[in-house]
């Protein structure tokens, strides 16, 4: 690949970033409760790439944003959406679980209701890697759960697929201070983004953990007794499935 293209990639994922996070982990009041967009929500499903999978994926959708995972592909996705009424777009800065950028996508497909159910179908190209492949998710009704701090608050504790443990406590107004067992710092906060829908708004500042210090911004939603985290600068993206003590 020319230089000249490497700095393109490089410049789309800073823009992408950008305008999914902002850098203050500063406790902010709940924004204005936007519309609801179709595509808005929590989807479920799976993709394959260059014929290879099936692998998980779990997307949420907040108007032009979209933030994603698969454990099986060890990925997370940031960047924007868009709908027309018949036509979706996807553009999504590629990352490695708990790792830094490596790819850029470009999603296109289409949306499908009926009275039982919503399904997105897209296929997808990324820009380095010219792999192909396609993508299905379906609606969740978790995003239909109420969301609330009082849900929230307690103390939290995740061990990922390198045996890092972290733990978090979760006060009432969502403000959160934490460790991992590699002795990294973690401040940060949970907020409501509209409490009929099961999504919060979810700031964090690690510290005393070298390259990864930094502040990060995403999502998170709660499964039961798991608190899903998706948080990404133009750095790192960082992914936890805390559950919670009991």
Not at 110 to 135: M, Q, R, W
Not at 144 to 165: A, F, I, V
Not at 203 to 232: M, P, R
Request: glycine share 8%; hydrophobic share 35%.
């Amino acid at each position: 690949m020319s230089n000249k293209c490497k700095l393109c990639v490089i410049q789309i994922c800073l823009f992408l970033i950008t305008s999914c996070a902002t850098s203050n982990t500063t406790k902010e009041s709940t924004e204005p409760e936007a519309q609801q967009s179709p595509l808005d929500g929590i989807w479920i499903g799976e993709f394959d790439i260059r014929g290879r999978g099936p692998y998980d994926f779990t997307a949420i959708h907040l108007q032009d944003k979209a933030y994603a995972f698969s454990l099986k592909a060890k990925a997370m996705c940031v960047g924007t959406l868009s709908f027309d009424g018949e036509h979706i777009l996807n553009k999504y800065v590629l990352f490695a679980l708990d790792g830094g950028p490596f790819d850029w996508a470009n999603l296109t497909g289409t949306l499908e209701v009926d009275e039982e159910s919503k399904k997105i179908s897209t296929y997808f190209k990324t820009l380095n890697g010219g792999d192909t492949g396609a993508l299905s998710v379906t609606y969740s009704e978790l995003y239909e759960q109420p969301s609330s701090l009082e849900y929230t608050q307690g103390d939290w504790s995740y061990t990922d697929r390198d045996e890092l443990t972290s733990t978090i406590s979760i006060n009432e107004e969502g403000v959160f201070t934490g460790n991992d067992s590699d002795g990294c710092k973690y401040l940060g906060y949970l907020d409501i983004i509209n409490p009929q829908f099961n999504v919060y708004r979810t700031k964090l500042e690690v510290s005393e953990c070298g390259s990864v210090n930094d502040e990060y911004e995403g999502v998170a939603f709660i499964n039961e007794n798991t608190l899903a985290v998706q948080i990404a600068n133009k750095k790192y993206a960082l992914f936890y499935a805390f559950e919670k003590k009991q």
